[in-house]
């Protein structure tokens, strides 16, 4: 029950765009709570969003219990997109896609990622 609080401190810190905050609020909860996986992707998307994508990498690794879930994997091709490429992350989503075609989160999010993408490159 506590670890909503951890959440709820780094959702507010980084409504004023304070990330550092929001992420150190977020490591302490994995202190306390390391088997939270809501703590552990809340944390990788701040870590994205202040363009660490290495430590969101590591800590994908070191707690996500189940990559083989399709909601993990998405994450990851969104790791690897803030550290390599658009362009990998689109043959990640494309692979995503070829594997779960019926899958309705990895549709939507390849093809919003290639309308999006497309778009900001001309």
Do not use: C
Not at 82 to 94: D, F, I, M, R, W
């Amino acid at each position: 029950m506590w670890n909503w609080y951890y959440l709820g401190l780094s959702i507010v810190y980084g409504t004023l765009r304070k990330w550092k905050d929001a992420i150190y609020a977020l490591q302490q909860g994995l202190i306390h709570f390391p088997s939270k996986e809501n703590l552990v992707k809340q944390l990788i998307s701040q870590l994205l969003q202040y363009n660490e994508p290495d430590e969101a990498l590591s800590i994908y690794q070191q707690y996500i219990v189940n990559p083989e879930n399709i909601a993990n994997q998405l994450l990851l091709a969104r790791i690897y997109q803030v550290k390599e490429s658009n362009q990998y992350y689109l043959e990640q989503l494309e692979m995503l896609y070829k594997k779960y075609p019926d899958d309705i989160s990895v549709a939507l999010t390849y093809a919003n990622a290639l309308i999006t993408l497309t778009m900001e490159d001309g």
